[in-house]
T-cell receptor, first 112, second 111 residues
Framework: KAGVTQTPRYLIKTRGQQVTLSCSPI?????VSWYQQTPGQGLQFLFE???????NKGNFPGRFSGRQFSNSRSEMNVSTLELGDSALYLC???????????FGPGTRLTVL | GQQLNQSPQSMFIQEGEDVSMNCTSS?????WLWYKQDPGEGPVLLIA?????ELTSNGRLTAQFGITRKDSFLNISASIPSDVGIYFC???????????FGAGTILRVKS
C-alpha cells in the first residue's frame, strides 16, 4: 500500500507571495490533517478534513486555508506569506477521524 | 486547551542502554500514540494505545497507557545507533478528536 505523498518536498517563496501544498492520503483513507512544525512551537494542528468537509480547525490566522477533494486528496494554501511561516508542513492520513494518523514526509517551506 | 508534558527533553545515552520517556496530561485521554521522527522526514507511528492499562510492544519498544488515563510511557530496550531521532507522544482527549502532541524527546546514542 502506498504511503502518504506530499508535493512539493521543498519550496522557497518570498514575503507576500502565496503557496499551495498538496497531500495524497493512503488509499482508502478519508481523513487528512495538516500540521505546522517549527523548532520553537513543535507540531501545531492546522485543520482536519473528512469527506471534503473541514471537521476541525486550529488556531491559525485566516491566511491558512485548505480543502479536500472527492478523491480525498487535500491542499492547503497560505496567502500573504510571512517570514514566520517558514516551517515543515506535515499532512497526516487517517481512515476516519478517530483512527491512527500516518504522516507524509512533509513540505519544507522557506520564506525569504 | 489540552496540553501534553513530555519528558525528558533530550537524552544522550550509551549504545546498549535502555531508554524511558513519558508524557503526562492534566486531562483524561482516550488514545495515546507514539511517533519517531528522523531529520527531514515526517513522524512515523511506532505504537498506538487505546485502553487504560494497555501494554503494547513493537520489537524493542514497549509503551503503556496509564491507568489514570492521564499518562503514557515509552521504553526502548538495548538502544542502537538507528534509534537516534525525536520521539513524540500524541493523545486524543475524551471529548475531542484532535490529536495533541508533546514537545518531543531528542534521543542521541553514543556507540
Amino acid at each position: 500500500k502506498a504511503g502518504v505523498t506530499q508535493t512539493p518536498r521543498y519550496l522557497i517563496k518570498t514575503r507576500g507571495q502565496q503557496v499551495t501544498l498538496s497531500c495524497s492520503p493512503i488509499s482508502g483513507h478519508r481523513s487528512v490533517s495538516w500540521y505546522q512544525q517549527t523548532p520553537g512551537q513543535g507540531l501545531q494542528f492546522l485543520f482536519e478534513y473528512f469527506s471534503e468537509t473541514q471537521r476541525n480547525k486550529g488556531n491559525f490566522p485566516g491566511r491558512f486555508s485548505g480543502r479536500q477533494f472527492s478523491n480525498s486528496r487535500s491542499e492547503m494554501n497560505v496567502s500573504t506569506l510571512e517570514l514566520g511561516d517558514s516551517a515543515l508542513y506535515l499532512c497526516a492520513s487517517h481512515a476516519d477521524v478517530y483512527n491512527e494518523q500516518f504522516f507524509g514526509p512533509g513540505t519544507r517551506l522557506t520564506v525569504l | 486547551g489540552q496540553q501534553l508534558n513530555q519528558s525528558p527533553q533530550s537524552m544522550f545515552i550509551q549504545e546498549g542502554e535502555d531508554v524511558s520517556m513519558n508524557c503526562t496530561s492534566s486531562s483524561i485521554f482516550n488514545t495515546w500514540l507514539w511517533y519517531k521522527q528522523d531529520p527531514g522526514e515526517g513522524p512515523v507511528l511506532l505504537i498506538a494505545l487505546y485502553k487504560a492499562g494497555e501494554l503494547t510492544s513493537n520489537g524493542r519498544l514497549t509503551a503503556q497507557f496509564g491507568i489514570t488515563r492521564k499518562d503514557s510511557f515509552l521504553n526502548i530496550s538495548a538502544s542502537i545507533p538507528s534509534d537516534v531521532g525525536i520521539y513524540f507522544c500524541a493523545g486524543r482527549g475524551e471529548y475531542g478528536n484532535k490529536l495533541v502532541f508533546g514537545a518531543g524527546t531528542i534521543l542521541r546514542v553514543k556507540s
